[in-house]
């Protein structure tokens, strides 16, 4: 049984040491998140031109028939 609860101690420490780490050290998770939402807007910046890029493509095949 000790060794049972020696194992939840043992946890417990490692969540309070990580807790402790991101307590102190929060900037660096707000730094990694705010680059995440900028990949993720750049990316829909880039779909968007190449959506419109389609589009365009697509009117100029059609002029190019009617010559």
Same mark, same amino acid.
């Given at each position: 049984? *000790?060794?049972?609860?020696?194992? @939840?101690t %043992? +946890?417990?420490?490692?969540?309070?040491?990580? $807790?402790?780490?991101? *307590?102190?050290?929060?900037?660096? @998770?707000? %730094? +990694?998140?705010?680059?995440?939402?900028?990949y $993720?807007?750049?990316?829909?910046?880039?779909?968007?031109?190449?959506?419109?890029?389609k589009?365009?493509?697509?009117?100029?095949?059609?002029?190019?028939?009617?010559?």
């Open positions: 049984m *000790e060794f049972v609860w020696s194992i @939840f %043992f +946890l417990g420490q490692a969540v309070e040491a990580v $807790l402790g780490y991101v *307590e102190h050290h929060h900037w660096v @998770f707000a %730094f +990694l998140a705010g680059g995440y939402v900028f $993720l807007h750049d990316r829909s910046i880039h779909a968007r031109f190449d959506a419109l890029d589009r365009i493509d697509e009117i100029r095949k059609r002029l190019a028939v009617e010559y």
